[in-house]
């Protein structure tokens, strides 16, 4: 598993851990991720505007369920039924390894819960004086409610191991973005963070095909089964139409969500039978090829278009005045200028830098076809 690192700290899920801490930076600075996950799943290279960032909420909607106290209750059943796991696996055999998640929830269970004056205190050293050891307590003392949390998530993914490493990930994002002054506790606060991460890694590596790229497909991902159970539990026939309005998306939108949690990925080189020799045939050999997806047609058309750039850069050599401020302001630039803009440059009218365009166009013809050897269809190549 990855490395998540908060500034300067680095925290290592497993049996041994460090941190260490360098300059917390400007708390109010929301430009710039400020976490950072090494990850070699296949979803591992995410663009930063895909950042789960759940709001900063109030105190008085936050509940009680992930309370420190909840968590280690939690954290206690889980160790009993892995230990009783472990001694089961090692009576059966000496070279048994010792489960790892069973390793790591004994050493969460290590660091002390905090009081909420010993939180407060050490987060207000955290946010004023960029204290490391303070940051260290606040987030071992909040590493079994990570557990806790991606222990629901159990079904969603097979190694929970994953989910507790995506969840630390939150945790230390929480940490850095807590504020002391507002009267939310920090694990009310890092539930929402460690939540947020972890869905993120469920929907990221459900398939090795993304199915969530959009709001509202991410909705749907994680609303649609429970939404279907519960108007079927009311006696409506889940229509796709009743579901869209229910999840506030658009019909297509549940339809498209519905094929791809059916469909499993499939392989396009996976055999799928033989020709009539007995030569394997694979999914790939029957998808219809376009003639513009053949190797040779595409380097046909590149190099086309490097001696069509050519011969338009030498043309525009010939040009002078108003015809080459055209060509090279609005034909030859990937921002090019309207007509009104050439016109107000040269104190003309836009019809008249139209005129100029349209005469400068038709010489521009001529040229491209004598020394292409073929017509080239200007109107495709127009700016507007």
């Not at 460090?18 to 591992?44: C, I, L, Y």
């Not at 799928?272 to 999914?283: I, L």
């Amino acid at each position: 598993m990855g490395r998540a690192t908060m500034g300067g700290m680095a925290f290592t899920p497993g049996v041994s851990y460090r941190f260490a801490m360098a300059k917390r930076g400007d708390k109010n600075k929301g430009d710039e991720p400020a976490v950072e996950a090494a990850s070699d799943t296949p979803g591992g290279e995410e663009e930063a505007s895909d950042e789960a960032e759940p709001e900063v909420i109030d105190a008085e909607v936050l509940g009680d369920e992930d309370e420190p106290e909840v968590a280690e209750a939690v954290l206690d059943s889980l160790m009993a039924k892995d230990e009783a796991k472990e001694k089961a696996a090692r009576s059966s055999t000496s070279l048994a390894k010792r489960d790892p998640l069973a390793a790591y929830m004994r050493e969460a269970k290590r660091f002390p819960l905090l009081s909420r004056e010993e939180e407060h205190e050490l987060a207000v050293r955290w946010v004023e004086n960029e204290d490391a050891v303070a940051a260290r307590r606040l987030v071992e003392s909040n590493l079994r409610l990570v557990v806790k949390i991606a222990y629901e998530y159990r079904r969603a993914h097979r190694n929970l191991l994953d989910l507790v490493q995506e969840g630390n990930v939150g945790l230390l994002k929480a940490v850095q973005k807590y504020d002391p002054y507002r009267g939310v506790k920090l694990s009310s606060y890092a539930a929402w963070w460690i939540r947020a991460y972890i869905l993120k890694f469920i929907l990221n590596n459900f398939r090795l095909v993304k199915i969530g790229t959009t709001q509202a497909q991410r909705k749907l991902f994680f609303n649609l089964k429970k939404e279907r159970a519960k108007l079927e539990q009311a006696g409506y026939k889940p229509e796709p139409k009743l579901l869209a309005e229910r999840l506030d998306v658009s019909e297509k939108d549940v339809v498209e969500m519905q094929k791809r949690l059916r469909a499993p990925d499939a392989s396009l080189d996976a055999p799928v039978g033989g020709d009539d020799e007995g030569t394997p045939r694979t999914r790939m050999d029957f998808m219809e090829s376009r003639p513009g997806d053949r190797p040779d047609v595409q380097a046909e058309a590149s190099e086309f278009h490097r001696k069509l750039r050519e011969k338009l850069d030498a043309f525009a050599d010939t040009l002078e005045g108003r015809e080459e401020t055209i060509m090279r302001e609005r034909w030859l630039t990937e921002e090019p200028l309207t007509l009104q803009q050439i016109g107000d440059q040269y104190g003309v009218s836009r019809e008249r830098a139209r005129q100029i365009e349209k005469r400068m166009l038709g010489r521009l013809r001529t040229y491209l076809e004598k020394e292409l050897g073929t017509a080239v269809d200007i109107g495709s190549m127009s700016p507007d």
